[in-house]
């Protein structure tokens, strides 16, 4: 059963990353369907660099953690 999930993201300001934290009851596929969703409503994907860009511009999304 998982708890939490943990986004990674990679922001612009000195590159440093940041590990969010939000509560999550459900099973690892149920973490993994909401974490795609989370990347798909918070960021962009850039096809020419193959990265995921944060929406309101503050860096990259790296992906998520299910604990």
Not at 40 to 55: G, H, I, P, R, S
Request: glycine share 8%.
């Amino acid at each position: 059963m998982v708890k939490e999930i943990v986004l990674i993201i990679l922001l612009f300001s000195y590159g440093e990353l940041s590990l969010p934290s939000f509560p999550f009851e459900g099973t690892v596929h149920e973490c993994f369907a909401h974490g795609n969703e989370l990347r798909m409503e918070l960021a962009t994907y850039n096809d020419e660099q193959n990265v995921w860009y944060l929406n309101d511009g503050s860096g990259t999304w790296q992906g998520f953690i299910c604990q």
